[in-house]
């Protein structure tokens, strides 16, 4: 124990140094360029396009993060364990499960949130509002999400597939019609804008 | 009561019984379609509020002890560890001096409970402690640390063993004697000679087992003292009814100091809204947060959401007296149901409603076991559509018509044909139509009912699987009782109107029913009105706890609207203001205000429409003169005051349901199903709705109850169960995984239709429609599972192993 407490450690590769001289000279030989290493716990993230470096705590759930630390009010828990689909966020392009997945874990991820979604002018969010697909509207972020991710995967999807791509969102207020219809409007309107360009 | 009594007091009672005489010329918002949600963006985008996101400086996180056991009494508790846990800020535990015997703690009316009680009385009861922690985690943890000495009773689960005569007791404090709470009765005519007089007698017996709301937002709830006066953030459907309560504690705080915000709601199907107690977890929370100084948030887990359930949970007998034509002349229907929040309504009350059966008994027993409450989740009338499409249905099965034939012979009501029930509608000032052909005509060629229709296990499908299909049919949904108040003000500068009244959203869009309504009434432009939930404004609407919003609340905001558009044209004809410097004349000189009119935000001349003033020129610009006015440093052209715009409205009612109005809406419904005879699995592979709404306010909002409501009715038809071990007495399932509801694939095609016979008791001869389809869809499968196959199942919901016993297979 007191033997280790007068190591150096490489902040970079983690080798251990006896003397501060050695890790220093280490250091500046093997990691010189580096970005400098984040401190135990600190991660980095792009939330809807912006940075964010963030210290946190090893039990907390990507979910706490973004909606209690961060604010963003959208990932919603609802089931509170991996069966409802209302806290879905997109991590580097797949929608997952904001209330199964520990924020540490997420360092150097991209992550999209339907305000994100919104703010982007995604056409998803109008054909959403146009189709009444929100009653409560609980559930309605980690449909959005959800949504749209499959719409990044697969630009033109029939019905079927977005049944099966919404079979894992619980809407409680049963809003499920609506669904298909908004989102093939917004990849009608996605596919214009892209054939537009 | 006699029924001509009771009609008579109706019409006495009643100052808007007759039928909308007022009702507009000309439909302009009211009615269309694609009206643009006001709601849409905000909760499309994640950014709408709920109380669950609501986060405060400094803010405390409150957990409860729940019991272990169904049936216990706290005997000891030890909180040492607990109380000297690194964060926990506040534990308060039953002994607590600060916490009252009982207070008013909401639900269904004013009650004197025990914010935190000693004795649960089901397994997963809030009971005891609650600890309030910087964190959830931390809370959650002191409760682990917490060690207590439990004496346990012993419990019942079953409401037939329960009435038992050697049944122990399930809550002895209230009731000594035995288990059996209240026996209610509802009943006409003579049943022996109803049962005498019939062709055929049958008997049979169904169960609705516990299933429960699962609103997507948990209970949970925010208080913050600031300084002596409190502030709620409320996860609740009835803000008036939390007021009233929160000023009785604490030996009375004045109402005018208590500040209230209802914000959007994970919505709660009545549900936690309406149990007695829903505001003990605010009652500590309140008391926490005097003594640390603190907000402080209570949130309940997932598992403490299923808490409580639907009434309908129990048994039901049925005795049916009929002849060979399809016309019932007995029904009895006893209930045995399982703690029951409030009185609610037995399985009888649909025949009385609908039918002119003459000779009606149904008994409803409210028995106690140690489950969580029951109360109204969409809605209280479970146990009738239940009653009532099993002994409709059942009727036309044994007599192998079609149920559409032995609806048609048996509508009417209160034991009267259709005859009598037309000379009510005129009475009520309604020209009479018939509801339910109206429906019917839409319906069946909607379902294509005449060729899809078939006898028992006769439609064999291609896929191997047999096909059934099932009609359904009751009343207008009929919460048309309540009360709210609306205000309404025409803003300066823009002349828009802003509808104020407290929030309290459940997600069928009625906020924008009111811009609509408003919008016809004064002649504005749709987008010239915005509600404004004003989050403590003391208006408050009637709550969507019942289909209300349009019945009781479109009244006020058609009153208020009126009242609103009468000072609009009065300020235009009046002297626009009379000042130091003199009287301003009229905008409209020599003119009487029913000369004028307004369209699209402009008032103008009705002979001569070129003399307009938009709204937004009436009421002026504000400057730097207060809100009112400019200074008149730029000469008498100027408006030199025009004075604020301001209507308030009211309606309050009684509603059908208390036995004075008759219903003259109906609604009808059709299932198809697909069983697999193999594995026992049904699906619900078509279903189509038919709602006569009396006038439609907006098509879209009733669209969606139609359709999520066959959702949610479906989901408890095929598997909405909480289980409970017999043993322990233990709930099993109080989570998502275990407990289903229904995903976009658990239902088929929804076609959904609406009738307007303007019948209904709300403006415009509206009535409600939340309610009605999640009730009547999921008694409706198991006629539909016995024209697939042949064979009744009673039991709900019916899962696959249910059908496999049924069919001998298991
Ligand atoms: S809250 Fe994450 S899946 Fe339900
Ligand atoms: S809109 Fe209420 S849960 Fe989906």
């Known amino acids: ?197 | 009561m006699s029924v001509q009594e009771e009609y008579d007091r109706m019409i006495e009672m009643e100052d808007n019984i007759e039928f909308d005489k007022y009702t507009l010329k000309d439909f302009d918002q009211i009615g269309k379609k694609d009206v643009r949600r006001l709601d849409g963006t905000e909760k499309a985008s994640g950014r709408a509020e709920y109380t669950m996101d609501v986060q405060l400086p400094g803010m405390l996180y409150l957990k409860f002890m729940t019991s272990p056991y169904p049936h216990a009494e706290i005997k000891s508790m030890d909180t040492s560890r607990a109380e000297t846990l690194p964060g926990v800020r506040g534990i308060l535990r039953y002994d607590d001096p600060d916490l009252p015997e009982v207070a008013d703690l909401g639900g269904h009316g004013p009650t004197a409970m025990a914010p935190l009680p000693k004795v649960a009385h089901f397994e997963g009861e809030p009971v005891g402690l609650a600890v309030a922690a910087d964190t959830e985690d931390i809370a959650d943890e002191a409760l682990r640390l917490v060690k207590v000495e439990w004496e346990e009773r012993p419990f019942l689960l079953d409401v037939e063993e329960a009435l038992k005569s050697d049944a122990p007791l399930a809550h002895p404090e209230d009731f000594p004697e035995n288990n059996l709470e209240v026996e209610h009765l509802e009943a006409h005519g003579d049943m022996e000679k109803g049962f005498e007089e019939a062709d055929r007698v049958l008997e049979f017996k169904a169960t609705r087992r516990l299933h429960t709301y699962v609103s997507p937002e948990r209970p949970c709830g925010v208080v913050r003292w600031n300084g002596d006066y409190p502030e709620f953030w409320l996860k609740h459907q009835r803000p008036h009814e939390n007021k009233r309560a929160i000023s009785s504690w604490f030996e009375h705080i004045p109402m005018n100091q208590i500040e209230m915000h209802m914000l959007y709601q994970g919505a709660t199907f009545g549900g936690w809204t309406q149990f007695y107690w829903n505001q003990g977890p605010m009652y500590c929370a309140s008391v926490l947060a005097k003594r640390t100084g603190h907000s402080v948030k209570y949130i309940f887990d997932r598992r403490g959401d299923f808490y409580g359930g639907s009434m309908d949970e129990g048994n039901y007998y049925f005795k049916v007296g009929f002849n060979n034509d399809g016309r019932i002349l007995a029904v009895e229907a006893k209930g045995h149901f399982s703690n029951p929040q409030w009185e609610g309504f037995g399985p009888g009350n649909h025949f009385e409603d609908n039918t002119r059966i003459p000779n009606l008994h149904a008994p409803r027993k409210v028995i106690k076991v140690n489950k969580g409450p029951n109360t109204a989740v969409r809605c209280e009338q479970l146990p009738n559509t239940m009653s009532f499409t099993l002994v409709m249905d059942r009727v036309a099965a044994e007599l192998g018509m079609d149920p559409i034939d032995v609806a048609i012979i048996n509508d009417g009501a209160k034991g009267h044909d259709m005859d009598w029930l037309n000379e009510r509608k005129v009475e009520a000032g309604f020209t009479p139509r018939d509801s339910l052909k109206e429906c019917l005509e839409k319906g069946k060629t909607a379902i294509d009912w005449d060729n899809k229709w078939h006898p028992p296990g006769a439609n064999k499908l291609s896929n191997g699987k047999m096909h059934g299909v099932t009609f359904s049919w009751t009343h207008e949904w009929d919460d048309s009782c309540g009360s709210g108040e609306i205000a309404m003000r025409v803003e300066r500068n823009d002349g828009t109107v802003s509808i104020l009244g407290m929030r309290c959203d459940n997600g069928v869009n009625a906020e924008t029913g009111y811009c609509q309504i408003a919008a016809d009434e004064l002649g504005m432009r749709l987008e010239d009105i915005f509600y404004r939930p004003h989050t403590d404004t003391g208006f408050f609407p009637m709550c969507p706890d019942s289909s209300t919003n349009t019945g009781v609340n479109g009244w006020a905001v058609r009153h208020c609207a009126r009242l609103l558009k009468a000072k609009i044209l009065e300020a235009a004809t009046s002297p626009r203001a009379v000042t130091q410097r003199g009287i301003y004349p009229p905008h409209f000189p020599d003119i009487k205000p029913e000369d004028l009119d307004i369209k699209d935000s402009v008032i103008f001349v009705k002979t001569d429409p070129a003399q307009k003033l938009s709204v937004a020129e009436l009421v002026g610009p504000s400057a730097e003169a207060g809100p009112l006015s400019f200074h008149e440093l730029y000469g008498a052209e100027r408006h030199p005051f025009s004075a604020p715009l301001f209507a308030h409205a009211y309606q309050a009612q009684i509603g059908c349901y208390k036995g004075f109005r008759p219903k003259f809406c109906r609604q009808v419904h059709f299932m198809e199903v697909e069983v697999d005879t193999e594995t026992g699995e049904i699906e619900v592979s078509n279903v189509v709705n038919v709602n006569d709404v009396g006038k439609v306010i907006n098509p879209d909002s009733c669209a969606g109850q139609q359709y999520g409501g066959t959702y949610m009715g479906a989901g408890r038809a095929l598997f909405e169960e909480v289980v409970h071990d017999p043993v322990t007495g233990v709930m099993l399932n109080g989570n998502l995984l275990d407990y289903k509801i229904a995903t976009i694939e658990d239902c088929g095609p929804i076609d959904t239709h609406l009738v307007e016979t303007q019948q209904g008791y709300g403006p415009y001869g509206a009535t409600g429609i939340g309610e009605d389809i999640a009730t009547v869809i999921p008694a409706m499968l198991a006629p539909a599972v016995y024209n697939a196959i042949g064979v009744w199942i009673y039991e709900f919901p019916i899962t696959p192993d249910r059908v496999l016993k049924a069919l001998g297979k298991i």
């Open chain 1, 1 to 197: 124990m007191k033997e280790q407490l007068h190591k150096y450690l490489c902040p970079y590769c983690s080798t251990k140094f006896e003397a501060f001289e050695d890790l220093k000279d280490h250091a500046l030989a093997a990691h010189t360029g580096e970005p400098t290493p984040l401190p135990e716990g600190m991660i980095r993230l792009t939330l809807n396009g912006d940075e964010y470096q963030i210290q946190v705590q090893p039990e907390w759930t990507l979910n706490y993060l973004i909606h209690d630390k961060l604010g963003l009010t959208s990932p919603k828990m609802f089931c509170d364990r991996g069966a409802c689909g209302s806290c879905t966020v997109i991590m580097n392009g797949r929608p997952i499960l904001s209330c199964m997945t520990l924020a540490i874990e997420c360092d150097g991820n991209t992550i999209e949130t339907a305000e994100g979604i919104a703010d982007s002018g995604h056409p998803l969010v109008e054909t959403y509002v146009k189709h009444h697909c929100m009653q409560c509207g609980y559930c309605t972020p980690g449909f959005i999400t959800t949504a749209k991710a499959l719409l990044d995967k697969n630009p033109n999807p029939n019905e079927e597939e977005i049944r099966e791509a919404l079979g894992g969102n619980l809407c409680r207020c049963g809003t499920y019609p609506q669904h298909p219809k908004a989102i093939m409007e917004a990849a009608e309107l996605l596919g214009e804008s892209e054939g537009g360009k």
